[in-house]
């Protein structure tokens, strides 16, 4: 029998919100079937429904024909569904063989887990996968970049002999172009075997290049179903955001009048990036470019204090700044906003209100340390406001909201301390059109507000649009700086893949 999941009149309430309305749809195996929405639209719920992490309101849900209703993701993997999330699910202190067979480690005769085996057959997939000589069964997770942390968050689903149905939520957010390949032909192989393939994205790109199938959400409702060859990425857009956004960096209101240097790195080093020096102006958008790896992230965390410097100056209107730790550096008016949303920017056990605030303490204290919580609720509201946080009100969950608001909490968090440098760290990174065209305005303004920005990402036509300079990096270095006016994506590639430093 063909495999099938099938989804009937799925609704799903929250208090006061309702996330799912009456979804009705089946997605085949040996297809892959992408999800399209806006943040908030309804996708991530659904996958956590058939995942078992929450449970549907009203309607029912069929796996190969069979009515099915899981109680926990435990269950669902115990029947061939597993759903690999932008959050990812490891344990980073385990071997990548540990993780991969993480409850169902290989044993010998006597019942003793056999460690050789694991290894061995880990290395198998990690074979599959062509990562050989990149990744050892042995290395510990907490080793591993990002990137390829989440590769074996997808090695441990792909490992599973009664796979069925694989659903991947934004797995290439951490993922270079060359693992995004890898990725693409695991998923193609998966497909071709009959499995069911589940992709939400947002990089409208891998949609067109992985997905057979589109299914459009808005507001919790399911729009329709399109053939991917047959649709353009306008229709889409249109269809998933209920309007045009034609060119959304031709449409910006920019920042003309950039100022003085005010802020200057010379000859910074650490573990884990070579010296480097730049400079920052009042009022310019200053973009870090560079493939995976290449010691952007590295830099700003050298910059904040949460790794060492070993060497080097940060001058700050003309003064020495030394940040030992990022309170230090929010102290000197230089705050950042992390790649890794989950781990280092939400407090997801506090509520939005706290999420905003807590990096405003002192600001918000009287002399003796007592919180002043008129202020505290000022500042809230004003945040929810200016940074149209789309939440029922202070109090629910930070983890609760989509990720673009979950986002907008951490840069309204910042904003808040009144800094002098922003660093956003791939601010949109699994962000939704509508959603990254509220934060590309967002940076323009804070432009013009005089504010100096340096903006790390990964996204080509995201650096272009928005950035007055490029700084691309390669091998942990500094390889090219290029103006708005000349910066192209064969460029900003070139440099980035240059055998050479270019100055």
């Known amino acids: 029998m063909k495999n099938s999941v099938e989804f009937q009149h799925i609704t799903k309430y929250f208090p006061g919100v309702r996330a799912l309305d009456d979804i009705s749809f089946t997605a085949n195996g040996g297809e892959v079937l992408a999800f399209l929405g806006e943040n908030g639209a309804g996708k991530s719920t659904l996958l956590k429904i058939l995942n078992g992490d929450y449970q549907p ?31 990812r699910q490891i344990l980073v202190e385990l071997s990548v ?12 005769k006597f019942g003793v887990i056999d460690a050789g085996l ?37 090695m441990k689903a792909y490992s599973r002999e009664n796979l069925t149905c694989i659903c991947f ?6 993922l270079s172009d060359s693992d995004i390949d890898i990725l693409f032909n695991i998923i193609k192989k998966l497909r071709d075997e009959g499995k069911v ?39 889409m857009i249109k269809l998933m955001v209920g309007r045009d956004l034609g060119d959304v960096f031709a449409n910006l209101d920019r920042n003309q009048h950039i100022g003085d240097v005010y802020f200057e790195v010379q000859g910074l080093y650490s573990d884990y990036v070579e010296p480097v ?85 002192d600001q918000n204290s009287n002399r003796i340390g007592v919180l002043d919580q008129k202020a505290e609720t000022k500042m809230t509201d004003e945040g929810i406001k200016e940074f149209a946080i789309k939440t029922p ?38 962000i939704d059109v509508g959603a990254k065209s509220e934060f590309y305005n967002l ?34 270095r500094i390889s090219g700086i290029v103006e708005r006016k000349d910066a192209t994506e064969d460029r900003l590639l070139a440099l980035a893949m240059a055998d050479e430093k270019i100055n």
């Not at 301390?417 to 956003?424: E, G, R």
């Not at 940076?443 to 691309?472: H, M, N, T, Y």
């Open 57 to 87: 309101s009203a309607g029912d849900y069929l796996l190969n024909g069979k009515h099915v209703h899981f109680q926990s993701p435990h269950e669902a993997i115990e029947s061939g569904v597993s759903v690999i999330y932008q959050e």
């Open 97 to 108: 063989a540990e993780n991969i067979f993480l409850g169902r480690m290989p044993v010998n």
């Open 118 to 154: 694991a290894n061995k057959k880990a290395l198998e997939i990690i074979n599959d996968f062509g990562l050989a000589g990149i990744i050892s069964p042995i290395d510990k997770v907490k080793d591993l970049s990002i990137a390829h942390q989440q590769m074996i968050e997808i």
């Open 169 to 174: 939520d934004e797995p290439t957010a951490s």
């Open 197 to 235: 393939v589940i992709y939400v994205s947002h990089r409208m790109s891998e949609i067109k290049r992985i997905a057979d199938r589109v299914a459009i959400f808005k507001d919790g409702k399911l729009v329709t179903i399109l053939n991917a060859s047959e649709s353009n990425e306008q229709k």
């Open 277 to 361: 020096s730049f400079k920052l102006r009042h009022g310019e958008v200053l973009g870090f470019s560079g493939l995976v790896g290449a010691g952007r992230t590295e830099i700003m965390r050298a910059i904040i204090g949460a790794d060492k410097m070993l060497g080097g100056k940060i001058l700050l209107d003309g003064r020495e700044v030394c940040n030992t730790d990022p309170h230090e550096a929010i102290l000197n008016g230089i705050v950042m906003v992390p790649e890794d949303r989950k781990f280092e920017g939400i407090l997801s056990n506090l509520d939005v209100g706290n999420n905003i605030t807590i990096g405003a303490l």
């Open 393 to 430: 009100d202070s109090k629910k969950l930070v983890v609760e909201l989509s990720g673009g608001n979950q986002q907008k909490c951490v840069v309204a968090r910042w904003m808040a301390t009144k800094p002098k440098v922003l660093i956003l760290d791939e601010p949109t990174k699994g």
């Open 443 to 476: 940076i323009c303004r804070f432009a013009k507000q005089g504010l100096g920005v340096i903006l790390v990402s990964s996204e080509l036509p995201e650096i272009i649009g928005l950035c007055d300079r490029i700084i691309v990096m390669k091998n942990k």
